[in-house]
């Protein structure tokens, strides 16, 4: 397996010190990859699990393999042209004034839609704020996650419903809810899974470092999914890690891979595997998506301030899109009739997006008060019933 | 003099502070080559390298623990805190070792550790990028708390916080960043836990600070308009609270309203009313009344103009004082 082991952790301690020293002298973490790589002196395991090579070539890898029918590779492919097209118009939206904010999942669609989609309906996601493709997956409407980005709600939709907890937007802080969540899952002897995603920049918070504590000596049934898509806003990743972030698993005592989070093929197998893993009472797993923020970190930001251009070439040669659609056709899996109507099918859901955002009526004054307590609070109504008359006082002065 | 936004005049006092004294540093998410989120530390990094102007982990506790350890070191950190929604990680930190080692080493150990907090709504943004934690801090003894309502006050409240040898909690009402005014880095400053007269009056005091200050001069010429001669006073401290100042005031006009941003209950607003109740019994023609935030979440941004205090609603209580 193209993981760190407990024992194997446990055992090499001097190892794991050497490639601290590597990761402090490595800038960039391809460079850190290949030099892991070689270092690890035997029979050479990819330390990046991949099946579908940037080109589109199908691979194989001695640990992780996935059978996928023609049907479920041009759903997976769907899945992420749909994702895609929906992110591109809420960002569009957003440069319109129709929303006050966007966090673009752009690059990361297949460590989403393959995670997302290994998932049974009984498993449990706490996301960040940037997991639209997870949520696509678990079937929540895209215009929910909308509303907490035009401002009419803090997220508004019912995590129950799809098994899809609120965006949280303080860093960290779901890793634990999930760990906790995934201890009542076991309490409760079910074999159902729950899946914490997060950011590289978020591995640096006490509560993600305490969810792992947590999650290993409750063994609790919990992946952490990082997605590291190499910058926390304008930070790179090595402001955050010197060892590369799967590995953090190993010294809190479960296991970690890291995959290629643009091969949509090679993120659902390691992630039924870890789902495996953590059903049959492993415990908890660390997966690690290396992929790429293609945008900005959310419209607000202005990423020229930070990166340069040709990073982003490297990685749009990546893309986890056109790679899975070049398979496609190698497999003659679809045809242009398909990729049409693929095609024809986003314009739609697009156009849905645009037209239910524009339409989201903004909330009523009095709903600032509302669902503040589950048994109610006695300045609650106090301050609500001043506010009702305070608003009314206007009613009658000025006749509005 | 120049007339600069209040973005500029903290960048222009930290890049003074940087200048003056090799042992400050300036630390923080995203503060280095992007120049912070807001842009107040535009250009440092590159002025004064990275081992002055740091980019941190993503870790808000880690800030302010490490900036707790550099001060022992004899450094004078100026730690950054994205948003005020994201000091919460780090309130541990602050509270409990940050307020309290001096104390703890009975006076030997000093930290002067200065954490800068963007604060307040009205630009916006989504959940906890527009909240106004400042009583919290205020609550604990240990902690000095400020906040600059101009440009001439966040360069040099900056540069005096920089200079104390306490923790000061500088509170940066973002709403207001890019208001310009008039910056004399000649200047003789008021001490930094003044009060200050903004406007002069004699029928009512609005106290108020951060934000709410231009709100508040607002009101004052709205209610000269209606015959109503309202005093501003800007707190600018909210901890030491420059009650004297206050007093005097009130003295004068025998009215007081306080307006934050922050909630009500428990805010600043009851212990200046509790105090100047006990100092002005005599001198009050009405209760001292409270404008601010209500006990709700700070709601969504379609929300926020009906949730934060106004013009209308800082009238209001002026209106109800008055017709006492
Ligand atoms: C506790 C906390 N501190 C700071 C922020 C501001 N902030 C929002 S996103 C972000 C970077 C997150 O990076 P990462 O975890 O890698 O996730 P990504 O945005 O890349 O998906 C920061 C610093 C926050 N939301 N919460
Ligand atoms: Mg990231």
Redesign the pocket.
Known sequence: MTVESTAGARKAPGAAKKAAARGSTKTSGSTKTRGARAARNAPAKPEIVQLLTPEGKRVSHPEYSIDLTSDELRGLYRDMVLTRRFDGEAAALQRQGELGLW?SLLGQEAAQIGSGRALRDDDYVFP?Y?EHGVAWCRGVDPLNLCGMFRGVNHGGWDPNQNNFHLYT????SQTLHATGYAMGVQKDGADSAVIAY?????SS?GDVNEAFTFAAVYNAPVIFFC?N?Q???SEPTDRQTRVPLYQRAGGFGFPGVRVDGNDVLAVMAVTRAALEHVRSGNGPMLIEAFTY?MGA?TTSDDPTRYRHDSDLAAWRLKDPITRLRTHLTDLDAADQAFFDAVEKESDALAKRVREGVRSMPDPGAMEMFEHIYADGHALVDEERAAFAEYQSSFVDSEGH | MTAMPIVKAINASLRTALENDPKVVIMG??VGKLGGVFRVTDGLQKDFGDDRVIDTP?A?SGIIGTAIGLALRGYRPVAEI??DG?IF?AFDQIVTQLAKMHARSLGKVKLPVVVRVPYGGGIGAVE?HSESPEAYFAHTAGLKVVTPANSADAYWMLQQAIQSDDPVLFFEPKARYYDKGEVNADAIPDPLHAARVVAEGSDLTIATYGPLVKVALEAATAAAEDGHSVEVVDLRSLSPLDFDTLQASVERTGRLVVAHEAPVFLGLGAEIAARITERCFYHLQSPVLRVGGFHAPYPPSRLEDEYLPDLDRVLDAVDRALAY
């Open positions: 966090a960040t940037r937007i303080v860093i960290g997060f950011g590289d920049g978020a918070q997605q898509n910058w926390a806003i923020r970190h | 998410e995203d993503l808000e994205q948003f994201f990680p906890h």
